[in-house]
């Protein structure tokens, strides 16, 4: 009954909105998609002849990971080598390797293991033996420009690292941090080498703090201190072209506000840079220029409604642009074309969000038109200059049994 009703919603999706990939500024299902039952969790990279790779998991008829290849020339997916039946939980991590490669993370009998998947044989093969048996669910990746990859993760309530080789296809831990935190919230290389990490220490207040890892010594330091009272993630993290790290949150004392935190690796501190203008949610940031123009979507945590502001690094303040169209109760920011168009989708429920376009020349959104019905759910997966691939997800309640996959073409 699933797949009925999958093959009859696709048959659906093609009679209304079917076209071909010369066709602009308009939605096309892609031919023959791969997710025909349940499927979550699906992460994205584009590999190095232009196809897309798509990791992700399907809860039919047993939980268990899934890998397809997308070519936008012909509009199709290709199955990848089956991974093993018994592997969950791929696709949270995909870290694209100097040689063409892809590494991923998943578990299986509750064991971390990891895959390094091949274009040229399309398929997977496992890593060496990691150093350790169990790493939580909530890790980042980051690829270092050595070539190698930073895991962060945790142990119980310990922060670790790890590091995978790419040259050997072997793992090493990293020397512990200098102290016990929980969480990665952030990770990026920065420009001296170093890895800039974001995370909270096992205090009861759980404050924020940062750590520098540096892969040529192999060694841990903390940075300045983080000044601010937050104790929940950042509402978003944005690295400048100048090689500073913007931080964006709320805190609800002494007054409560949202703030920006700027980190310079140069003399390794932390400084609070401006306060928006409202105390806000932040939806979604996104760098507009080479000098370090900083775009967010908010919403008013006093009034619910959805705003756009600009942080300018010069004048290190923000101000109100143009609003976006009203209706919506998140703007989710996707993608940014070459010409610095951004794309983005206006979600007003769980099945229905329209598509929105914002120009930084003009400080005008428009909308562009509609998702088809049920794709409310959409999550962005990779795009280039031409396209935005997306999949539908299922209703978060998974009382729907319907993915798929659409292409936009601007």
Not at 163 to 182: A, D, E, M, V
């Amino acid at each position: 009954m699933v797949r009925l009703l999958c093959a009859l919603f696709f048959l659906t999706w093609g009679c209304c909105y079917g076209g071909d990939l010369n066709s602009r500024n308009t939605w096309i299902p892609t031919s023959n998609p791969p997710m025909g039952v349940l499927s979550v969790g699906w992460g994205m990279v584009t590999l190095d002849d232009g196809s897309i790779l798509g990791v992700g998991n399907t809860l039919l008829p047993t939980p268990h990971s899934v890998a397809f290849r997308y070519q936008q020339k012909t509009n199709e997916w290709q199955a990848t080598q089956a991974l093993p039946d018994d592997v969950v939980g791929l696709g949270a991590t995909l870290t694209k390797l100097p040689n063409g490669s892809v590494l991923t993370l998943g578990t299986a009998h509750k064991k971390v293991v990891a895959f390094v998947f091949n274009l040229d044989s399309m398929s997977w093969s496992a890593t060496g033996a990691l150093p350790s048996d169990f790493i939580s669910l909530d890790r980042t990746a980051v690829a270092l420009s050595s070539g190698e990859v930073l895991i962060m993760g945790s142990e119980g309530k310990q922060n670790v690292g790890w590091l995978y080789k790419y040259k050997t296809n072997s793992w090493s831990r990293t020397q512990p941090p200098p102290l016990k935190t929980t969480g990665t919230d952030y990770a990026t290389e920065i420009g001296n080498g170093s890895v800039l990490v974001i995370s909270r220490d096992d205090s009861p207040t759980q404050n924020w703090v940062g750590l520098l890892y540096k892969p040529a010594t192999d060694s841990w330091t903390l940075t300045g201190e983080i000044p601010t009272t937050m104790r929940s993630q950042p509402n978003s993290t944005v690295k400048l072209s100048d090689g500073t790290v913007l931080l964006i949150g709320f805190q609800q004392y002494p007054t409560a506000e949202t703030v920006s935190i700027l980190y310079n690796p140069t003399d390794n501190k932390w400084t609070k840079v401006g306060v928006l203008p409202q105390p806000s949610e932040i939806h979604g940031a996104s760098l507009l220029s080479k000098e370090g123009v900083v775009l967010v979507t908010a919403k008013n945590l006093l009034t619910n409604a959805i705003s756009t502001l600009l942080y300018n690094p010069t004048k290190r303040e923000w101000h109100f642009a143009s609003s976006p169209p009203v209706g919506y109760t998140y703007i989710r920011l996707m993608w940014t074309f070459p010409d610095g168009t951004l794309f983005a989708l206006g979600i007003k429920n769980h099945s229905q969000s329209d598509e929105l376009s914002y120009s930084p020349k003009l400080d005008v959104w428009t909308k562009i038109g509609s998702l088809p019905d049920g794709a409310g759910h959409s999550q962005v997966l990779s795009g280039n200059d031409s396209a935005v691939l997306f999949v539908t997800s299922p209703n978060v309640d998974f009382r729907s049994a319907i993915s798929g996959a659409l292409v936009y073409i601007p």
